[in-house]
């Protein structure tokens, strides 16, 4: 009797599964219920932290103004070399590693059907495209100061705790904005991530730290900047972007995820560009705002981009510096269990290099004239000092 009761049971408590499933998550999954709950269950069905390209949408085309390939050319660095930092992008999961000296690609090599025009997901290295645009805002007269109040331009915030927070603490990832770690389908975090008015899930966010104290690599800080910019320069962050970036870099076209058509455009992630492309972008911020004898930036800019900031000496505009050792750097001062692993100190004292998830790197150093970028899927045995300390070694 029990047996015939569990039996029936386990039937009929399967049977309701897969009719919860069939109106529910399957016609989630093909839009039945809204974008938003397209967005979320079909990341699901994958990786959530890297979904594939054809569930960002809908994108937003950033113009290039391709005319030709970069440069390639011999190098001093020794073949064996650049085959030990092969290896070593190899066994770490990667899909390409592209090395640049002296403004000539001298090495590159891909895996897992990558090429070099690929398009890969930034991820968080869309962050520092921020910091890159903040300069033109500043040089365009849109915003007097990076030390102004972001409230001038986030009205939202005035009269609250965020009234204080200046735009260099967003710069800084220092904002004292509040990240949480609910992922629910209904979270404030999830609505930030996939929800259709990130504008107003971020502005919404709240407070856990006074501004400028406390180092927090959180998205809602990026994602403040480019409402800023947004909101200053009266443009579209994609056109602005692509206006003073990426058609003077000569680059293909780029995307950017927006929330929906015609919303607001992700800079706390989520750009689509090419592998080469990203050489173009490490190679103009290596040689202080140049790129192939044309000025992309402000004269100075990225001499503050890399300036050390209050809350972290390693961290200056939206992006890393290589200035104090420590063998494990969190992405919030307060957390140990988030961090990426240096097994050395850097061997030069100016590098400085770009950071997204899944171990998307590109690494500057301007002493050796040096750009090192490595796309491909997170390895948790990555060690940030191993390719450049490598390569550095190898030209001095």
Not at 257 to 279: P, Y
Not at 320 to 341: H, I, K, M, T, V
Request: glycine share 8%; charged share 20%.
């Amino acid at each position: 009797m029990i047996k015939k009761f569990i039996k029936g049971t386990l039937k009929w408590s399967f049977l309701t599964f897969i009719l919860v499933m069939m109106t529910t998550f399957v016609p989630a999954t093909f839009g039945l219920y809204g974008l938003y709950w397209e967005r979320w269950t079909t990341s699901i069905l994958g990786n959530p932290l890297s979904p594939r390209f054809s569930w960002y949408k809908p994108l937003e085309l950033t113009p290039g103004n391709f005319v030709a390939p970069l440069e390639s050319g011999p190098s001093l660095i020794p073949q064996d070399v650049f085959e030990a930092a092969s290896n070593y992008a190899e066994e770490n999961n990667s899909n390409s590693l592209v090395i640049q000296h002296e403004g000539k690609i001298v090495f590159e090599r891909y895996w897992n059907e990558t090429e070099p025009d690929s398009l890969f997901g930034l991820h968080s290295l869309t962050k520092t495209m921020n910091a890159i645009m903040m300069g033109h805002a500043v040089e365009d007269g849109y915003i007097e100061s990076v030390d102004m109040l972001a409230s001038v331009f986030i009205e939202e915030w005035r009269g609250t705790p965020k009234d204080s927070i200046t735009i260099r603490d967003l710069l800084n990832m220092a904002g004292g904005l509040k990240e949480d770690y609910n992922f629910s389908p209904t979270s404030q975090r999830i609505q930030r991530v996939m929800g259709l008015d990130i504008a107003t899930a971020n502005i919404d966010i709240g407070v856990d730290s006074p501004p400028g104290t406390v180092f927090s690599h959180v998205n809602p800080n990026p994602q403040m900047l480019g409402i800023i910019i947004q909101r200053a320069s009266g443009k579209r962050f994609s056109e602005y972007f692509s206006e003073k970036i990426w058609q003077p870099l000569g680059a293909r076209d780029a995307f950017f995820f927006v929330d929906q058509e015609g919303g607001m455009v992700h800079t706390d992630c989520c750009m689509w560009a090419s592998i080469r492309d990203m050489v173009r972008v490490g190679g103009m911020l290596m040689n202080n705002g140049v790129f192939q004898d044309k000025e992309i930036l402000p004269p100075g800019w990225v001499d503050e981009m890399i300036s050390p900031s209050k809350a972290n000496p390693n961290y200056g505009m939206q992006i890393w510096l290589g200035n104090e050792y420590q063998e494990f750097r969190p992405y919030d001062a307060r957390l140990e269990s988030f961090a990426n692993f240096h097994g050395a100190p850097y061997k030069a004292d100016d590098l400085f290099f770009m950071d997204g998830i899944g171990k998307q790197r590109i690494y500057m150093v301007p002493s050796k004239s040096l750009v090192i970028v490595r796309t491909g899927d997170n390895s948790r045995e990555w060690d940030d000092s191993m390719l450049p300390n490598l390569l550095i070694d190898a030209l001095e």
